[in-house]
């Protein structure tokens, strides 16, 4: 079985300031680990994804995820956020041929 | 990378009539394809699995009778919702899998909405 915990349904940041989103793992298989971002209405973007090559992974906006096996995590950084960074973001595991997500994220970006 | 289209991305049908929504890989072969539902500030919410030339497997609390899928080829699964109510009103996300594969590619939804 697998699951994702996502800690912080919601995050609210500065505009400028640090983006961290965690997200907690549990999978029986070596885990594909995903995040994706959800603007209102619209369907699913793929931010990046680990599926275990380097841990350090960077995807698109800037944003970067860091697998530690050891810690059973994948948490998401942006070093500066932008106004445009406000969004649902979420997690997903893929194992035994199906995704499992978290509850996501909702980031608010103050200005 | 691999493409899934969904179609439509939003459809508005009357209380009682039955609405069809495609999930199609435009540019590989999905032995697996996934239907969820997403209620409003939730999460996804996986309803049933389907592979090509079988019968899908719903999860708990699908009504299978009211959310009819089929999958009859490698890049096309259809997910149909019968006597369609207000209640059935949600946002429907498809996704499909090659064999083998390390992800699932997600469609771009399908804001439902019955009157």
């Known amino acids: 079985a697998q699951s994702v915990t996502q800690l912080g349904s919601h995050v609210s940041v500065s505009e400028g300031a640090l983006v961290l989103l965690r997200c907690n793992y549990s999978?029986?298989?070596?885990?594909?680990l995903f995040w994706y971002v959800q603007y209102p209405n619209q369907g699913l973007q793929l931010l990046l994804k680990?599926?275990?090559?380097?841990?350090l992974v960077k995807g698109i906006n800037g944003f970067e995820a860091e697998f530690k096996k050891s810690e059973t995590s994948f948490h998401l950084t942006k070093p500066s956020a932008h106004m445009s960074d406000a969004a649902e973001y979420f997690c997903?595991?893929?194992?035994?041929?199906?995704?499992?997500f978290g509850d996501g994220t909702t980031l608010t970006v103050k200005p | 990378g691999a493409v899934v289209s969904q179609h439509p991305s939003r459809v508005i049908c009357k209380s009682g009539t039955s609405v069809k929504i495609e999930c199609r890989s435009l540019?590989?072969?999905?032995?697996?394809m996934f239907w969820y539902r997403q209620f409003p500030k939730k999460s996804l919410m996986l309803m049933a699995t389907?592979?090509?030339?079988?019968?899908?497997?719903?999860e708990q609390g699908v009504e299978k009778d009211k959310f009819l899928i089929n999958h009859a080829s490698l890049t096309l699964s259809t997910l149909t919702v019968t006597s369609a109510h207000p209640e059935d009103s949600s946002f429907y996300i498809c996704?499909?899998?090659?064999?083998?594969?390390?992800?699932?590619?997600f469609g771009q939804g399908t804001r439902l909405t019955v009157v």
């Open positions: 996704s499909a899998a090659r064999q083998g594969g390390t992800e699932a590619f």
């Open positions: 540019d590989f072969q999905a032995t697996t």
């Open positions: 680990y599926t275990s090559a380097a841990t």
């Open positions: 997903a595991v893929y194992g035994a041929g199906k995704s499992t």
């Open positions: 999978s029986s298989v070596p885990p594909y």
């Open positions: 389907s592979n090509e030339g079988s019968k899908a497997t719903y």
